[in-house]
């Protein structure tokens, strides 16, 4: 896998950010956990210069609240991930072929079969690890987008 040739990442939330488990307090509010090294790891991406967002169609405002924590542009309540993805490329003038999609989850499939780099977490379900070039190590809110972000920027600080 040429890292090099990524410009620009995509993620998931629910399952990439969180471990995909949700706790639901007896007011109904929904809370999530999240790993607080990734926040490090996107920091080393956004000194390269790579444009990154969170596309999820998950509809809980926490999405919101830890974008807005990582200073990460993001879409939630998507309906139609592609269309975002798509979207997302245009503005950043960046070909799919170009673009990491990191994912866990049947919902990701149309995202990761458009991108020229399709990864997936460790615990992601067997129909996305199939369609990706890589599986990360970490699962999803265990540290996966930091092992993700400083591949990159290993890969990057060290000319590969």
């Known amino acids: 896998m040429n890292l090099k040739k990524i410009q620009a990442v995509v993620f998931d ?13 007896e007011d109904g509010n929904e809370s999530v956990i ?3 090294s990734d926040g490090l790891g ?3 991406l956004r000194k390269l210069n790579i444009p990154m967002v969170i596309i999820s169609t998950e509809q809980n405002p926490v999405v919101s609240m830890r974008a807005k924590k990582l200073k990460l542009p993001e879409k939630h309540g998507v309906k139609n991930k592609k269309i975002e993805l798509e979207k997302f490329a245009s503005s ?5 072929k170009n673009i990491v999609f990191i994912g866990n ?14 990864i997936a977490v460790a ?3 067997e129909e996305i690890k199939e369609v990706s070039i890589y599986t990360l190590t970490r699962n999803g809110g265990d540290g996966a987008v930091r092992e993700f972000c400083d591949l990159i920027y290993q890969s990057y600080k060290n000319g590969e």
């Open 13 to 25: 939330f629910d399952g990439v950010f969180t471990n995909n488990r949700v706790i639901v307090r």
């Open 34 to 36: 999240c790993n607080r």
């Open 42 to 44: 996107i920091e080393r």
């Open 92 to 96: 950043v003038n960046v070909k799919l």
């Open 105 to 118: 989850d049947i919902n990701d499939l149309e995202c990761m079969n458009s991108v020229g780099f399709p």
């Open 123 to 125: 615990d992601a379900f």
